[in-house]
T-cell receptor, first 115, second 111 residues
Framework: DAGVIQSPRHEVTEMGQEVTLRCKPI?????LFWYRQTMMRGLELLIY????????DSGMPEDRFSAKMPNASFSTLKIQPSEPRDSAVYFC?????????????FGNGTRLTVT | QKEVEQNSGPLSVPEGAIASLNCTYS??????FFWYRQYSGKSPELIMS????GDKEDGRFTAQLNKASQYVSLLIRDSQPSDSATYLC???????????FGAGTRLAVHP
């Protein structure tokens, strides 16, 4: 299995532009998570899906952020408009189920820089 | 109070020593606890999970859980320079399938 695949690996954009981050979970995994990591705040859970349905989006910082999962093999995280404080590494992760023996498998992350 | 608390470090230990990493949590209902290792510029990777009070050993790693005191720790025996990384404690929030992470402890093992 190729693991969780994220694209792009790096994104540099100007303030005010729209940014779209993409994720392909591991086939057969029912849960998909979006995390953001910064030095100041660590690894924060933004939103997670179960069977393509958003379950908890309480970590989404504000309305500029939105996430979708149109099918079991694809999810997007969109920021519109982007701001410099959105600069971070964004990780996507997936897990096969909710049981104890269902660890998170992380993608390689997208490093976002907003100038 | 944060849900998961860790000392940010850095924790510096000599090669061959035991490294002890600690974590406290606030959610009394949590039943699943994890330690992830993250090398600089890389994604977190799972190294240990623990669900019951007591110790769980896997090679040079031992996870310890005390639910009454709400802490979980990770011991690394015979520390190697390759163990130098940030170690993230994570708990599965009770009743939900979401993993909340601590800020991480940076470990430096020097030869």
């Amino acid at each position: 299995d190729a693991g969780v695949i994220q694209s792009p690996r790096h994104e540099v954009t100007e303030m005010g532009q729209e940014v779209t981050l993409r994720c392909k979970p591991i086939s057969g995994h029912d849960y998909l998570f979006w995390y953001r990591q910064t030095m100041m705040r660590g690894l924060e859970l933004l939103i997670y899906f179960n069977n393509n349905v958003p379950i908890d989006d309480s970590g989404m910082p504000e309305d500029r952020f939105s996430a979708k999962m149109p099918n079991a093999s694809f999810s997007t995280l969109k920021i519109q408009p982007s701001e410099p404080r959105d600069s971070a590494v964004y990780f996507c992760a997936s897990t096969p189920g909710a049981g104890q023996n269902s660890p998170l498998h992380f993608g390689n992350g997208t490093r976002l820089t907003v100038t | 109070q944060k849900e998961v608390e860790q000392n940010s470090g850095p924790l510096s230990v000599p090669e061959g020593a035991i490294a002890s990493l600690n974590c406290t949590y606030s959610d009394r209902v949590s039943q699943s606890f994890f330690w992830y290792r993250q090398y600089s510029g890389k994604s977190p990777e799972l190294i240990m999970s623990i669900y019951s009070n007591g110790d769980k050993e896997d090679g040079r790693f031992t996870a310890q859980l005390n639910k009454a005191s709400q802490y979980v720790s990770l011991l690394i025996r015979d520390s190697q320079p390759s163990d130098s990384a940030t170690y993230l404690c994570a708990i599965k929030v009770g009743g939900y399938n979401k993993l909340i992470f601590g800020a991480g402890t940076r470990l430096a093992v020097h030869p």
